[in-house]
């Protein structure tokens, strides 16, 4: 994946970028920033790309 590909990232969060990004741009910010911002903020809450979900707590050690 190079760097800026959006491909690896589920439909929410693709909404909730888009969504985080017109909340920056009413702020004033640039549609760079609005949009590096919300990039980051997704990425913040979710650790990036698309992750499956089942499976996914702390490992337990045996």
């Known amino acids: 994946m190079t760097r ?3 491909s690896a990232y ?3 969060q693709k909404r909730q970028a888009e ?5 920056e741009r009413d702020q004033g910010r640039s549609k760079n920033d609005a949009a590096r911002i919300a990039w980051a903020t997704v990425n913040k809450r979710d650790g990036g790309g698309k992750k499956s979900g089942s499976g996914r707590a702390h ?4």
């Open 10 to 12: 589920t439909d929410k």
């Open 59 to 62: 490992a337990r050690h045996h």
């Open 4 to 6: 800026g590909d959006k």
């Open 19 to 23: 969504h985080i990004a017109h909340s």
